[in-house]
């Protein structure tokens, strides 16, 4: 009896005792052998996938496999538990391979070795740790996709927090829902792409969004196909930071609120008051610091522009105690009052402020000094009503020294 090359291989498919079957690119079942059948039921004739028959658990080792075989072309061979006909699961491996014309899957199931005990124990104590996060840590979302984006694990306790419910999202395209949506306030990477396609490089990325009035801080992570592989997925921690955000904002508010505060108590202690046409002076009480000396240079020099003073009168009647560095800021002051064409006088030292001042070994030939507040003013008038001694002309006004 003549018999086809066709016909013996369509027998030997059916007959051979291995668990055979040609599954389409997207993990449907086309056809499954005799033996295979026996095992899960007409599988092909009810148009079931792999990702259906297989323990959820197992979901991610299958979308993997199935993710290389569609980048790479190589053959894969992974541990899946499929639900059988009477709807156990049973341990298997699968070895899998595109067909040459990349349109099916060729494959075959036999049974799975027991694993080691060992490495029962380490799956265990990583499934248990999994689930203590899922089920205990309130501010915390987990999630993952595959290498299209479809969503296959969404749990966590936070996800109620922007009104999802765990697992709303599985099986969802993510790239289509949030793919093209901007990311906001991004951290560590300066410019997060929004395009959920270029997420697959292997990067890992942190970024902040506002999902349903929820603050969420991300980390996308790579999943792999073993050490080393290619990327064949993406897992997501969202971590629910509502509660700190408004408290970052509450405290940003406060800062603003006493940043305001003190310069208006700077202002305050600082008044610049214009006495006579073109004579400004700065009564200054209490201690005077580093921080409050470059206050005063700021606002007086600015003033001395905008007035266009002559003379700018620095009243230290009320100054009890100055720091080291203070006397050198007020012979910068004087100086950068003088570049602006006007003249600065000090009034009012007291003797523990001039000790001090004399202590540090500054040369103090260029202040112009005065007793007190009355004798400043009265020498600024002077020197203004006599235009024989006027002191923008650098001559000598009595009493003062000819600047050189």
Request: charged share 25%; hydrophobic share 40%; aromatic share 6%.
């Amino acid at each position: 009896m003549n018999v086809t090359s066709d016909t013996l291989f369509a027998e030997f498919f059916a007959r051979c005792p291995e668990l055979l079957f040609v599954a389409s690119v997207a993990g449907g079942l086309l056809h499954e052998n005799d033996a295979l059948r026996e095992v899960i039921g007409p599988a092909s004739e009810r148009g079931i996938t792999f990702a259906e028959l297989a323990h959820p658990e197992d979901g991610a080792a299958l979308l993997a496999a199935w993710a290389t075989l569609e980048q790479t072309g190589e053959p894969v061979s992974f541990r899946v538990r499929l639900r059988d006909a009477r709807g156990a699961y049973r341990p298997l491996v699968c070895n899998a391979k595109r067909s040459p014309d990349r349109s099916a899957v060729f494959g075959s199931l036999r049974a799975a070795p027991e694993l080691a005990e060992e490495e029962l124990t380490i799956a265990r104590n990583k499934a248990r740790i999994l689930d203590s996060l899922v089920n205990h840590v309130d501010k915390l979302a987990f999630w993952a996709l595959d290498r299209d984006g479809i969503c296959f694990y969404h749990d966590g306790k936070a996800l109620s927090n922007a009104g999802f419910k765990p697992g709303q999202l599985l099986g969802v395209n993510w790239i289509e829902l949030y793919g093209k949506q901007p990311r906001a306030s991004a951290i560590d990477v300066p410019d997060v792409d929004s395009d959920m396609n270029s997420w697959f490089d292997g990067t890992v990325r942190r970024f902040r969004t506002d999902t349903n009035d929820v603050y969420w801080d991300n980390w996308i992570t790579p999943l792999r196909d073993g050490d080393g592989g290619p990327v064949c997925g993406l897992l997501g921690l969202s971590f629910d930071i509502s509660e700190s955000r408004r408290t970052e904002e509450e405290l940003r508010a406060q800062l603003q609120q006493i940043e305001a505060q003190q310069k208006v108590i700077r202002d305050l202690s600082t008044p610049i008051i214009e006495v006579w046409d073109g004579v400004l002076t700065l009564p200054m009480v209490g201690t005077v610091d580093s921080m409050r000396t470059a206050d005063v240079m700021d606002s007086l020099l600015s003033k001395i522009v905008e007035k266009q003073a002559r003379f700018a009168i620095l009243d230290l009647t009320g100054v009890e105690v100055v720091d080291t560095k203070v006397a050198s800021h007020l012979i910068e002051l004087v100086t950068a009052i003088r570049l602006l064409g006007a003249d600065g006088i000090v009034a009012g030292i007291k003797p523990n402020v001039a000790q001090t001042m004399v202590a540090l070994g500054l040369d103090l030939s260029q202040l112009n000094t005065q007793r007190n507040l009355r004798a400043a003013l009265q020498h600024a008038i002077r020197s203004m009503t006599r235009p024989e001694s006027s002191p923008r002309n650098g001559a000598a006004t009595p009493g003062l020294p000819a600047r050189g």
